[in-house]
């Protein structure tokens, strides 16, 4: 049994930033973001279900899915939301135990903004949290993306609530300073979860 690690943080936190630093040290990244592109692509069973939900509409002319589209629309409608997340979630779930069994490092890491939120966590032996203030979070967002600081505020509102996950997680790192120092704080707790995994 592979020990795996969930990896965790709101927008702007440095949850990337952290994750890249692990897969410098050798150490497998599964991210539940890009599994969730993934299952969605063109020709993926997933994206069939969707269509048959949807209609014809989700789709753009070459075939894939109209993101955009299908996102404004789940935002006005919750329980299309929910159709969309019981086939989703499912995929996303599978598919992510498949590239988590497949790794081959020393532990592997499943980076995911919802670990806590979609119950991912439960897939993990140990949760990892990249936490920053909300005005560290806002001022990163905001250079990085080119969002409006509404739109960042909104984001910050809709994901759990920091102390929720404060709660929830095993290790918290606190990313308020410079980047040398967050590297810091990894490489000790990459020694720990190092010897975790020969324990």
Known sequence: MTFILGL???????????????????????????????????????????????????LLSNGELDRRALREHIFKDPQARQQ????????????IIQQLQAATSPYVILVSPLLFETNQHE??????????????????????????????QKIIAAQMPRHEKQKL??????????IDHLYAKLESLHQQYLKLTTA
């Open 8 to 58: 965790t943080g709101g927008i702007g936190s440095g949850k990337s930033a952290a994750s890249q630093w692990f897969e410098t040290q050798g150490i497998t990244v599964v991210d539940a973001d890009i599994v969730a592109r993934e299952i969605v692509e063109k020709g993926q069973p997933a994206l069939q279900k969707i269509k048959q939900i949807f209609g014809d509409w989700v």
């Open 84 to 95: 969309l997340e019981s086939i989703t979630h499912p995929a996303i779930r599978t598919e």
């Open 123 to 152: 897939l993990t032996q140990r949760t990892l949290l990249i936490d920053a203030s909300k005005d560290m979070q806002i001022l990163r967002a905001s250079q990085r993306d080119g969002q409006s600081i509404e739109q960042i």
């Open 169 to 178: 997680a095993d290790d918290i790192v606190l990313n308020d300073g410079h």
